[in-house]
């Protein structure tokens, strides 16, 4: 890709998202995420209609009655937008790719919080970070974070979600908003290659690095708010009627050729990665974490609209 087409799509993509943000997404960002304050500013007694969420149970134990951390009101959010740039994130059926989807929501999610007057930091990771933007402001900063999005290359072809994990929380000094965008899938639980059970994707281990994504996943809630956003093309669980068809795992380059014309072969495929899919999703609950699973052949920004109502909803509640 020139320079000039590089420029032709960050364009489309900032004129694209900034028109979904102003449309469609409205303040539903704003109100999903602000009205908790983020700074400690006092410990006092808990007095009838504090939030029991606030209670400071090792002060509450010392004292032997209840004690309450109170928060001052924080003027700006940091979000971090966590892309996942791994091989299997190419792969499209439709007419983007992963990376592409992943590419637009990241950018209409950081429209939105600079709309809001927000930080934005990028995290581009496969099984290492490849690369880190630190959170600042401004219509520039954004830009550029789009054009990374689009045109970086990354290095490995692998995923360790642990791992960019664990450099977030080691490099984010305040509380952040954490938007993960993969679609969960690494050596070992692409999708199926050999037509048995794979590993769960974000179950006991990381394939890569043996790190447990799902503790990983549930530290880095305490210390932050995290928002999976798993990304999911439809052709990743059903296979098509096509004759002999060759599949190949984008992080291995293992080679699978399977008869897809056999109805029992499309059956096995489907039950296999339904069953892969079902066992992510009891996993992500297990964390606590909000998350939202998002086709690639679909519109997004509705979808992430109606998330955050339910979730202003929630909170309010």
Not at 22 to 28: E, H, L, Q, S
Not at 38 to 52: A, P, S
Not at 118 to 135: H, I, N, Q, R, Y
Not at 278 to 307: N, S
Request: glycine share 6%.
């Amino acid at each position: 890709m020139t320079v000039t087409e590089l420029l032709e799509s960050v364009r489309r993509v900032e004129v694209r998202t900034n028109r979904l943000v102003n449309d469609t997404m409205g303040g539903a960002y704003l109100s999903g995420f602000k009205g908790r304050g983020m700074d400690f500013e006092e410990l006092r007694e808990y007095m009838f209609g504090d939030d029991v969420r606030d209670i400071d149970w090792n002060v509450t134990h010392r004292l032997g009655r209840p004690f309450v951390k109170r928060f001052r009101e924080e003027r700006e959010l940091t979000a971090v937008l966590a892309v996942d740039v791994s091989a299997s994130s190419s792969f499209g059926s439709a007419y983007r790719t992963k990376r592409e989807f992943a590419a637009e929501i990241a950018a209409t999610l950081a429209m939105s919080a600079a709309k809001n007057g927000d930080k934005v930091a990028l995290l581009l990771f496969s099984d290492e970070v490849e690369l880190f933007v630190p959170p600042r402001k401004g219509r520039r900063h954004i830009l550029r974070l789009v054009r990374e999005m689009l045109m970086f290359q990354p290095k490995k072809r692998a995923t360790d979600i642990s791992r960019a994990l664990v450099f977030l929380n080691h490099v984010l000094n305040r509380r952040a908003i954490i938007f993960l965008l993969t679609d969960f899938l690494h050596s070992g639980a692409s999708p199926s290659t050999d037509l048995r059970p794979p590993s769960p994707p974000a179950g006991e281990k990381d394939g890569m690095r043996g790190r447990d994504v799902i503790q990983e996943l549930g530290l880095t809630n305490t210390r932050h708010d995290v928002v999976c956003l798993h990304l999911h093309d439809p052709r990743e669980s059903e296979l098509p009627d096509a004759g002999l068809v060759t599949i190949e795992d984008a992080e291995t380059g293992e080679l699978l050729e399977l008869d897809s014309a056999r109805s029992g072969v499309r059956q096995k495929f489907s039950a296999v990665n339904a069953e892969r899919l079902a066992e992510l999703d009891r996993a992500l609950i297990r964390t606590g974490v909000d998350t939202l699973r998002l086709q690639t052949t679909e519109p997004f920004a509705p979808v992430l609209q109606r998330f955050f109502e339910i979730r202003r909803g929630r909170r309010r509640g």
